[in-house]
């Protein structure tokens, strides 16, 4: 890399702020997909000023520029496949305001989502998204993201819950968008950038909404014989309107490598079981409570849990959260899709996603927020061995067609980032892609920042780019 | 465009939909005294985008409607040759009630909607004025408030996708039908709430909401506005969670049909779903905050609430009550315009802890004008409404047109409020108000540093500014 710009950034952001031996720059080369690529330069800044420097700097020495939260991306996005800079957020992670009386808090786009609910719970409250990677991921990745989590089903994701934004544009303006309070006049800026997986400017600071602690909490435990009867009872729960804050799926493959880890106490000889949450006033719980576990019968559960205390329900959610890391027991790789059906068609899908799986030579974990619609089939696989990947890779393709043929999507909250670039047309024609596109071109015409994400690479409909081998594959 | 009528034949040439130019069409379409020189109708997307590219090729302006409920709200328009109506595309095109998912068509009435979901034990929380009559595509283009808004959010949070087409005659999808999915830019929240100005809205998919098993209401009242949004605050802040959180003041009230609300100067509306047990905590635990903050009357509706369907007519004259209150309510907006049609209606999105200041610093306001005023909240969510009423005394009360000096004095007062409004930490727009108002007040307030942006927008989307040009903020 040139070596005036590492003495300009140097200059910028002290010695200490900028990465650039190529020692250093490996562990930037991974976020937690099968992706690589590798970064020219990291860089650390400590506020928004440092921020636009930064984009100065890109844009006079016309290099990439992207963000970078915690790296725990499922789809490539905080990598620099063009190389150039890396920001890193790390150092910007100050919670600026918390406004308790306005259900307010402004942060640092380094903010790990759940320090945020940690500095308020004790008074009551809490940031609503709970990504399972909330331990780690930051509050700017969940907007580039639209993080989605466990109990998003009841209280919506990360856009539902974010007002305003600061945002840097790849010009080195700066500009706000939104605000503090809802119905901000004009376009809804704040709402196109959610989501929009750090293509259209940095976000240098975020307004979120945050939530008042329900009264009460059960958390129930469904154990099903066959992996029918748990999706037919999410289907069943949404279509008799039982809203529970949260219902996640775990397959039999699954819960062997979670209960080996946590000792949740998950059995280990069930198909499937059901994580279910119900939330609110004590009054209502009781009565959702008892409606889950009414349905979870009704579709031949075996065993309906509830779990007993707050340690018992902790058990349980850690290992749910912390699932994917389970998993690498079970294999030295594995790779997590990230599709969306209706809810309807659940059984079948999950039925046709195993079957493809195992057609290709696989065994696929399922671990997922199922209340969603949105599902997480996980392949192992060994990465060493070249042949399975391109195997994994086909196959994962063929479930995502299976979803947007379901009328689904194919990715419900990782986004699409470097993996599902090309498959893009599954979905959308050339005139969504160009009205996409129009959009890019007003916020990031030169394409400086993050580029070539999201958008196809090739022309060719839904021909999967030959990708390089993962070293190594999740986190 | 020029209305000459040569350019009319080349319309007729160019689109296979039906043109009407009678008077009487056209006037429904009329809008702060420019009356469109056409009507068409189309009945698919095809059919629109020719309309579209024929406004191209003219440099015509349209002026996109479903009802026309909203028509008013908005800057003059600086064109408006031909009104397209999407009165003919009001099908719905998918309906999977066990998965809480629907797809519309954009000119299909709410009313409509909101029967097929009920008949399904289901609702969209898009209970807004103009409910009878408004579309679901004028609906989301002024983004129409909700008093549901405080549970379940605003059209941004249950509107999973659409289709559109933009100001170059371009059919664009975005979103999906399942209620999560991030794959590409979100161009739906873009859509919403923007008047029409980037593209013509002709399918939608929303997601759907269980009826709850039970509801109620209860109507609090206040001799103090400080004493109401006292109750207001311990709401917010306890761990009830109510489906409705409205403010009225007594102005407002007398605006309703309405025996049931108390004479007091602030009423605050609860209202709450759910189990019979979780309803009877609301009425215990509700009655107990009115006692602490000294409200003058706490009153509970066992029947009343947003939700509550129509009284069925086997029970009718049984003693069974409807959702009189809260259809009321949600009128308020169309009653105070029915009784005074010179009415002018600032909106301001608030802080919570700054809507009691804002309140008090318009009705300031509102006396020195000497403008009558009414006053409405969505209190639990930050949103205030003022209503400027023309003097009662005057002798143009009723009348559809503004005195000279009345729309003065209202154009100044809403000034102040735009002031107030960011004085507060908020923004004020004015969504309602005659035409000879909007002479003197912009009712959008001042564009920020997002304006810029929002102007590129506008040219990708609509680069020969056909679509309702100049009617949202900033002149987009
Ligand atoms: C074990 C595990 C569990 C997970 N569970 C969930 C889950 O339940 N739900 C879910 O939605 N996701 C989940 N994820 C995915 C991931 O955690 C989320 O996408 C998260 O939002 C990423 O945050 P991050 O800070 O790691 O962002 P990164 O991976 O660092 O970056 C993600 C994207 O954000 C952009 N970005 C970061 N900061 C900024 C900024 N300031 N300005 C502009 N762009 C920026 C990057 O350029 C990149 O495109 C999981 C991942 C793992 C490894």
């Not at chain 1, 998950?266 to 889950?292: K, T």
């Not at chain 1, 699409?416 to 050339?430: A, H, I, N, T």
């Not at chain 2, 009423?267 to 000294?294: D, F, N, P």
Request: charged content about 20%; glycine content about 10%.
């Amino acid at each position: 890399m040139n070596k005036r710009l590492i003495k300009d950034l140097q200059k910028a952001l002290g010695q200490e702020g900028v990465l650039w031996r190529p020692e250093e720059l490996l562990l930037y080369e991974y976020d937690a997909s099968v992706e690589r690529a590798l970064p020219d330069a990291v860089v650390f800044p400590r506020t928004t000023q440092d921020v636009v420097r930064l984009v100065r700097l890109a844009n006079q020495y016309e290099v990439p520029i992207v963000g970078r939260g915690a790296g725990t991306g499922l789809s490539g996005g905080a990598l620099a496949p063009q190389g150039g800079l890396l920001v890193v957020f790390s150092r910007m992670k100050r919670i600026l305001e918390i406004d308790l009386a306005n259900l307010r808090a402004g942060v640092e786009p380094g903010v790990v989502n759940l320090d945020l609910t940690r500095a308020v719970e004790d008074r009551g409250y809490y940031f609503a998204p709970d990504p399972s990677s909330q331990k780690a991921c930051t509050l700017g990745g969940n907007v580039a993201e639209n993080a989605g989590g466990p109990h998003t089903l009841a209280y919506g994701v990360t856009t539902n819950h974010v007002l305003g934004l600061e945002l840097v544009l790849p010009t080195g303006e700066l500009v706000e968008v939104g605000g503090k309070t809802f119905d901000t006049p004009g376009y809804d800026l704040t709402g196109l950038l959610v989501g929009s997986e750090g293509t259209l400017a940095i976000v240098t600071k975020i307004i979120v909404r945050l939530c008042r602690l329900p009264e009460a909490v059960k958390t129930l435990l469904g154990i099903f014989e066959t992996v029918d009867d748990a999706t037919e009872t999410v289907a069943d729960l949404t279509a008799r309107g039982i809203t529970p804050a949260a219902c996640e799926m775990l397959d039999q493959f699954c819960l062997g490598a979670v209960e080996a880890a946590t000792h949740a106490g998950f059995p280990l000889d069930a198909a499937a079981v059901l994580l279910i949450e119900v939330e609110g006033l004590r009054e209502a719980v009781e009565v959702q409570a008892d409606q889950v576990e009414e349905v979870c019968r009704a579709h031949r559960a075996r065993e309906v849990r509830r779990a007993r205390s707050e340690v018992e329900r902790e058990k349980l959610w850690a290992g749910r959260k912390n699932a994917f890391g389970a998993m690498g027991r079970l294999a030295p790789n594995y790779y997590v899709q990230d599709g969306v059906i209706p809810r309807t068609k659940l059984p079948q899908t999950l039925r046709a996603v195993i079957e493809i799986g195992a057609r290709h030579g696989f065994q696929v974990g399922n671990i997922f927020h199922a209340g969603d619609g949105n599902l997480h089939p996980m392949i192992l696989f060994d990465a060493r061995d070249r042949e399975q990947f391109a195997r994994v890779v086909a196959a994962s393709n063929e479930m995502m067609k299976f979803c947007v043929q379901m009328g689904g999507s194919i990715t419900g909250e990782h986004g699409v980032g470097m993996e599902k670039q090309e498959m893009m047309p599954l979905l959308f024609s050339d005139d969504d892609l160009d009205a996409m596109a129009r959009v890019k071109q007003v916020f990031n015409p030169t394409g400086r920042l993050n580029p070539a994400k999201m958008f196809p690479l090739s022309k060719s409909c839904g021909e999967l780019r030959v990708r390089p081998l993962p070293q190594r594959a999740g986190a | 465009m020029p209305a000459a009528t040569d350019q009319l034949e080349t319309l007729r040439a160019a689109v296979r939909c039906s043109v009407a130019t009678d008077a009487e069409s056209r006037g429904r379409f009329s809008v702060d005294g420019v009356t469109p020189s056409a009507v068409v109708e189309p009945e698919n997307a095809k059919e629109l985008i020719e309309i579209v590219r024929w406004a191209r090729a003219h440099r015509a302006g349209l002026l996109p409607v479903t009802s026309g409920a909203f028509l008013p709200i908005g800057n003059p328009p600086a064109a408006a040759d031909v009104a397209v109506s999407l009165a003919r595309m009001n099908r719905v095109l998918d309906y999977d009630p066990g998965d809480l998912t629907f797809s519309v068509e954009a000119g299909i009435g709410i009313a409509a909607v909101d029967k097929l979901l009920g008949e399904h034990g289901q609702f969209l929380p898009g209970l807004a004025p103009y409910f009878e009559r408004a579309g679901v595509g004028g609906l989301l283009a002024v983004n129409a408030s909700s008093p549901l808004r405080y549970a379940y959010g605003t059209w941004r949070d249950f509107v999973l996708g659409m289709r559109f087409v933009t100001g170059e005659g371009r059919l664009v999808k975005t979103g999906a039908r399942v209620v999560k999915n991030v794959a590409g830019y979100d161009l739906s929240k873009l859509m919403i709430g923007s008047l029409g100005t980037l593209g013509i809205i002709t399918e939608v998919n929303f997601k759907a909401f269980p009826l709850p098993p039970a509801r109620a209401s209860f109507v609090v009242g206040f001799a103090s506005l400080e004493a109401a949004l006292e109750m207001r605050n311990r709401i917010v802040h306890s761990v009830l969670q109510p489906t409705v959180l409205e403010l009225v003041d007594r102005a407002a009230a007398q605006l309703l049909p309405l025996n049931t609300l108390s004479p007091a100067a602030w009423s605050l509306l609860v209202a709450a779903s759910g189990v019979e047990a979780v309803l009877r905590r609301y009425e215990t635990e509700l009655a107990a905050l009115a006692r602490e903050t000294k409200a003058s009357s706490f009153t509970p509706f066992w029947r009343e609430h947003p939700l509550v369907p129509p009284v069925p007519s086997a029970v009718e004259g049984s003693g069974v009550e409807g959702s009189a209150l809260w259809a009321a309510v949600r009128e308020l907006i169309a009653r105070a315009r029915e009784a005074h049609p010179a009415a002018t209606v600032a909106k301001c999105t608030l802080p919570l802890t700054q809507v009691g200041a804002f309140l008090t610093k318009a009705a300031q306001v509102a006396a020195r004008y000497e403008l009558p005023a009414a006053a409405h909240a969505h209190a639990g969510s930050g949103i205030a409404y003022i209503y400027l009423l023309p003097p009662a005394d005057g002798p143009d009360a009723s009348r559809r047109t503004c005195p000279e000096g009345v729309a003065r004095r209202m154009a100044q007062a809403a000034t102040e409020m735009i002031h107030a409004g960011n004085n507060f930490g908020g923004r004020t727009t004015i969504p309602w108000c005659p035409t000879e108002v909007k002479r003197d007040v912009n009712p959008w307030g001042p564009v920020r540093d997002d304006f810029p942006l929002m102007q590129k927008l506008k040219a990708q989307f609509d680069p020969d500014r056909v679509l309702n040009p100049g009617r949202f903020v900033g002149g987009l």
